[in-house]
């Protein structure tokens, strides 16, 4: 089974890429890519540039990851209550793709992590309303809020015991789709 892992951050300390990689890493006898948003930095999509140019070959590379992946597990950082302006970029010019769905209809854990309290709570209910219109195909979801006090950066994975056991019963979810 292949993995692909997308933090929807272009932070080169993306707690959400913590999170994300640490996930992936529960699903036995897969191989795993983690994707890093800054492989896939293009102009800010504007339907002018479309038009001159085309869709930039960064977009169609990201679409050939998810469809070389049987599963999608998705960390989206949350700027002022939605997506990354990093991540918003790729998915625009993805969409743009001639007759393409962005996710494929891969099944999708979606996820979300932030310092506070509602841990990307307001990303997470974004993505779950727009991915589906987008081919998104979203098995579950998981948040996990105050992530400097319920994850163990130096042990590389969740510390609080209800939400790690709780990821984890997604995560075999997700693996017997």
């Known amino acids: 089974m292949k993995i692909l892992a997308i933090a929807g951050s272009n932070s080169e300390t993306s707690i959400n890429k913590l999170l994300v990689t640490y996930a992936a890493s529960l699903i036995q006898n897969a191989e795993v890519e983690v994707v890093d948003m800054n492989e896939f930095e293009m102009p800010i999509y504007k339907h002018q540039r479309e038009v001159e140019s085309g869709v930039p070959q960064e977009a169609k590379n990201f679409a050939a990851k998810i469809d070389a992946a049987d599963m999608l597990i998705i960390s989206l950082s949350e700027h002022n209550g939605t ?14 793709i001639k007759d393409r769905a962005v996710w494929n209809e891969k099944p999708m854990l979606l996820m979300a992590t932030a310092p506070g309290a509602r841990g990307g709570l307001g990303v997470l209910e974004a993505a779950e309303k727009r991915f589906p219109l987008h081919g998104g195909n979203i098995v579950d979801t998981f948040t996990l809020p105050f992530f400097n006090d319920n994850f163990d950066k130096s042990a590389q994975k969740i510390s609080n015991e209800e939400k790690d056991s709780e990821l984890k019963e997604k995560i075999a979810k997700i693996s017997a789709v």
């Open 83 to 96: 997506y990354s302006s990093a991540f918003k970029n790729v998915f625009d010019w993805t969409s743009r």
